[in-house]
């Protein structure tokens, strides 16, 4: 989507590193964390670099952002990115990441003002991760990856200054404690299957992001006594499937995050992706026993219909259908992968990191 507007107003601060922090944190401006004063020619750098790379003017809208809808342009993206220390290069995935999460299936309005602790989280895949440098390997939120850390605080400073209005937003019973460094990338290279991208339809050299409405992530610790793939899926689905997950309660897309070392043992037990998703929609289950007779009132009709009142040995399900699970290999060596709740009424959206005229960008 492009449009053109006037050029955002320009404010005009006291030149001190100290009084800029000091304002922009009083007005609601910040994460609470101190920023890069966005000034005119460092915002001027990322959207004179987006205009060569990309096409896209200062000016051009690429979404609405809820609840607030606001108009996020090139140039308040570039605000922003300036704000949580990206470089130009990483404009490409950033833009991406808006187009993604203004998407009205994203939902981003019931991600941005619930209760529920949620998160947008991209997941980049293609050539495009490794040539910022973005983490897919070991310790995704720390160390030295600036694009990491980067990217995920600037997608969260729009949704704040873009999107939000105070008061409104990051209303979650206790928020989100991965939010700062929201952003990973698959290791495509320890992936024994498609790629999430090509999975999607997209060719291996492409670049894409995935957004996804992520809850808090909970670590799944085999602890390395899986010594099958029969094993490690009866410790997956044992971990995955419990009463305070809100994926069992209907429409959801809950995603899984394998370390290379179980997808490996998975993939070597003879299952692709698709067996993987099956295995866990049928065993992933709370028996309707376990479920307190009055939270079922906020589980779907599709749900009810299917397995409730009908044996209290009878499971509900991750999710609605097999294909809505999402699984994605990322981190380094050891035996522990996370299992991710997703918002319900929320869609993950993928969106190719393209240029204006809707040619993919390659870097």
Known sequence: ??????????????????????????????????????????????????????????????????????????????????????????????????????????????????THNTSPLPIVNGPMSRAIDLNWGYNNTGSRWRATSTIGRALQLLMINVGGTPGSINIHTQGHIARFEHVIAENEDENPWEPLHVERGYATDASTVTVIPACTAAMIDDNGGSQTAKDLLKTLTRSIAYVGNRNINGKGQPLLILAPQHARLIALGGYSKADLKRFIWEHARVPVRDIPRGNLVNYSVHNMKLYADIDDDCGMPIAERAEDIVIVVMGGVGTHSLSVQTRLASENVTVAIAKKDGTLWAP
């Open 1 to 114: 989507m492009s449009a053109v507007m006037t050029e955002a107003p320009t404010l005009e601060l006291e030149d001190s590193w100290e009084k800029i922090n000091e304002w922009f944190l009083e007005h609601d401006l910040t994460d609470g964390l101190p920023i890069v004063p966005p000034t005119r020619p460092r915002v001027n750098a990322m959207t004179e670099y987006v205009e060569r790379a990309l096409g896209w003017k200062a000016a051009d809208v690429i979404g609405t952002l809820a609840p607030k809808q606001g108009q996020a342009t090139i140039e308040k993206i570039a605000a922003n990115a300036v704000m949580a220390g990206c470089r130009p290069e990483y404009m490409p995935v950033l833009i991406a990441c808006v187009k993604g999460i203004a998407d009205p299936k994203f939902n981003l309005d019931a991600v941005q003002t619930s």
